[in-house]
């Protein structure tokens, strides 16, 4: 008995290094198939790159986004000086995501570039850079000769914050272009830069009335009346530009009687004046605005209603959760959607209904935005309707679908999602997707990308080769 013990030992200890040695050679040969893998990867994204179909060079520069490491960068940094604008702006906005200092140049590079799409895209990137070495560059985007680039630059101004202001009070001041300083004027409120009062004061006095009145905006908003005259002509001659913000303006310091402007265009014939009067509301934080935001919602133009409804979802405090729950019954969806996800946001779970309603909506805004607050919501029982949408025509309402899923951690999806990556047209829908794959099986992925690597599509192809070296490169 005691020979067969020893022997049983020694089977065991025979048997677990066997399975050790397999499990090692197991691994071995993993790691062996994904370096195989990558190494197939990184020739087809090296390859696309310097193709000479720009749609799929861009594609390539968007999966090297996703993978880490200096390579990828190596690559990103030489495509920010190809002599295709696609290209090029491809880079600038991936370079400018990861907001590195040492990228900073070429972004600079960009916002000189000829291709005015290029330096919109610089201007866009220049948002996510921390150094105050930015606000040169960010000068310079605000008097591009490009209205469109001006508006870009403009949008990461107020992401920047109050770190731009310098540059704005100097744009304010010495501008030449009166569009330039109006934006200016108007940026300022926009980062709340209080310490630009004296500036803006200054700016009373400018030489065009736009710049005085939007000047005046701005203090009565920061509770200074020193344009409290300039206000009241703009609200009482008939030019939309500035009527019902001055009117909002001049209630900010303490002048409640405008609001009657405002609460009477909802009866004028014209909807682009009500739907102005309600908008203008949206700048204040001390006027008693709530009453007329209500009845605006039963308004019959369908524009003042939406108008009225984002204006109570930004302000919408716990207060405002029966005038929003008398909204869910509006007669028109986007007011009845939106009512839903503003009361979700207040913590009442007791929309879902409404939003899973949302999901069969025709208009396909809201199926996205029905799909989306579900998944942020967290409410697992919405998923196999949810699940229906990854189908969806319209590419927004399949990435909002996808995301829910991820959010969902729904791996029941999958499938239907791994048939989006192999099947879809549309690049940024692929890419979602594959990422989307990597969060539900995690390294399991991998074979469904490297089918993919063999596809008749190079875009799928492409996606297909970034998300393999973002598994295998971490």
Known sequence: ???????????????????????????????????????????????????????????????????????????????????????????????GAFGELPDLPLIGTALTDSDSWVRMTAADALSHFQNDQVLPLLQRAIQDSDPRVVTVAYASVEKIGSRSTPVLVDALGKASQEATRWSAAGALGAVKATEAMSALRTALNDASLKVRTEAAIVLAQFGDRAGQEVLKRAAEVDDLTFKHRAAAALCEIGETGYLKIINDALDWPNERSRSSAIVALGSTSNCPIRPILVRALSNSSGSVRAAAIDVLARIAKRDDIPALRNALGNDYEYVRVKAALTLASLGDLSVITTMENGLSSRDETLRGRSAKTLGELGSAESTFLIRNLITDPASDVKLAAIDAMVKLKDAGAAAAIEDVFTSEKRGWVIQAAANALISLRGNEALSSFADALESNESFTRIYAAGAILKVTQN
């Open 1 to 95: 008995m005691e020979n067969v013990g020893k022997c049983r030992f020694v089977l065991q200890v025979l048997l677990l290094c066997l399975a050790m040695v397999c499990n090692a050679l197991a691994t071995q040969q993993t790691r062996q198939d994904a370096s195989t893998l990558a190494e197939k990867a990184w020739r087809i994204l090296e390859r696309a790159m310097n193709t000479g179909n720009p749609g799929e060079q861009e594609a390539a520069v968007l999966a090297l986004s996703e993978v880490p490491g200096q390579h990828a960068k190596l690559l990103l940094r030489s495509a920010a000086r190809s002599s295709s604008p696609q290209k090029r702006a491809a880079a600038i906005r991936t370079l």
